[in-house]
């Protein structure tokens, strides 16, 4: 599982990057960090649920279902460098889940694509 986003700060930063990747089950956003200001190349990734999904049971569900779908997605796709935010919507909580990872996976490979020639993994990685 990638590191966390927690701070307030950390998640406004990745929406002002302005990529995002909107999907049936979710909304996905990416921001590549600069090494001048974070150190360290592990990807990142922070989840949101507003009241529009529903009421705090239902947020905290949809919450649950993405944090599964991330851990089984984006060790393989995830970035180095590069902070994600997993934004749920209403769909998340009736969608099938394995449709929900195959909207994960769609919109990262989408995001990279968007961004450019992938980075360099290094030997080991």
Aim: proline letters at 6%; zero cysteines; a positive charge.
């Amino acid at each position: 599982m990638p590191g966390r986003l927690k701070r307030r700060a950390e998640f406004l930063r990745v929406a002002g990057a302005r990529r995002n990747q909107a999907m049936p089950g979710l909304v996905l956003q990416a921001w590549t960090r600069s090494n001048e200001f974070e150190s360290g190349d592990a990807p990142r990734v922070g989840f949101t649920a507003s009241k529009k999904v529903g009421n705090a049971v239902a947020r905290n569900r949809a919450r649950r279902r993405l944090r599964a779908a991330v851990s089984e997605v984006m060790p393989e796709l995830a970035l180095p460098g590069t902070d994600y935010v997993v934004i749920a919507r209403k769909a998340t909580l009736a969608r099938p889940y394995a449709d929900l990872r195959r909207d994960l996976a769609r919109a990262m490979r989408k995001l990279d694509a968007a961004a450019g020639p992938k980075p360099e993994r290094g030997e080991n990685g």
